[in-house]
């Protein structure tokens, strides 16, 4: 019996695994013909399962990855290919905004710059990210121009362009970033409340790094960052008791980020275990 099972089980992988490769091969193909049709100028180097290796003008080699473009196409319930066009032109559009960065100036893309909040796993797999960590908390602290249609990392060699520190950098990521907190969060859970922010800019876990600018000499806050798109922020419990908060900052919709709270004073932020 147990022969039969593990032999269908096996047969089902296996038609799963065909099924994903046919889908991912149609999209390749869909997006081959559109590239084709809107980008002209540009040139098909290599196919890989992957990634489309590219030539456009100016830029001998890129790579085009494929991995979040094929999540997007497969949550279109429609099998109408057409249906599929806005996601190949936004990929594309978010390309080529990567590539007009590739040598950025402050005067174009100053403020543009904004912090990401990321884990070590993350920078571990792109080290030349200029980065920092996050005094309190295990994580850092990453940079981002945030174009019209997606976001591109700041690298070392953006730095030599822009003519900046990393230290001048993270503060003019933090100006930009102030522009779009508001103080009413902090004022609220100072008066009891819980306030979450999720506006879906992919920087709402970002503003935490504002928040002890607004507070003054011996106010606290309690906040959770559990994913990229929530910030929740709430008032340290009067009597020690941190589990509401830990419950919190479990309930991630996104990848999680940090799974326990913290507690945030004008100094900087500590992790409650």
């Known amino acids: 019996m147990w022969l039969w099972i593990l032999a269908a089980l096996t047969i089902i992988i296996t038609v799963l695994s065909v099924a994903r490769s046919a889908f991912r091969r149609g999209v390749r193909e869909e997006l081959i013909r559109y590239l084709k049709e809107h980008r002209p100028s540009w040139t098909l180097l290599k196919e890989l399962p992957a990634a489309l290796i590219l030539k456009a003008e100016g830029v001998d080699e890129i790579r085009f990855n494929l991995q979040n473009l094929y999540l997007r196409a497969a949550g279109i319930p429609d099998s109408n290919p057409h249906n599929r066009l806005p996601v190949y032109e936004q990929s594309l559009a978010a ?4 590539l007009a960065l590739q040598h950025p100036s402050m005067e174009k893309h100053g403020d543009k710059l ?5 884990q070590s796993s993350f920078l571990a797999a792109i080290p030349q990210l200029v980065r920092r960590g996050l005094q309190g908390t295990p994580l850092h602290v990453a940079y981002v121009f945030n174009g019209q249609h997606g976001v591109s990392y700041l690298t070392q060699d953006h730095l030599k362009d822009l003519g900046l520190t990393a230290e001048e950098v993270d503060a003019r990521a933090l100006q930009n970033l102030r522009a779009l907190v508001a103080e009413d969060m902090v004022r609220g859970a100072l008066k009891g409340n819980l306030n979450v922010v999720k506006t879906g800019d992919t920087f709402d876990a970002a503003r ?4 002890p600018s607004l507070l003054k000499d011996g106010e606290e806050v309690a906040a959770a960052v559990s994913d990229r798109d929530t910030l929740a922020v709430a008032p340290v419990p009067a009597d020690g008791n941190w589990s509401a908060l830990h419950q919190l ?3 991630n919709v996104g990848p999680m980020l940090l799974d326990v709270p913290l507690r945030v004073t004008k100094d900087g932020f500590e992790t409650v275990r």
């Open 208 to 211: 935490l790094l504002v928040i």
């Open 95 to 98: 390309l080529e905004e990567g």
């Open 114 to 118: 904004l912090p990401r909040l990321v």
């Open 249 to 251: 900052a479990r309930k």
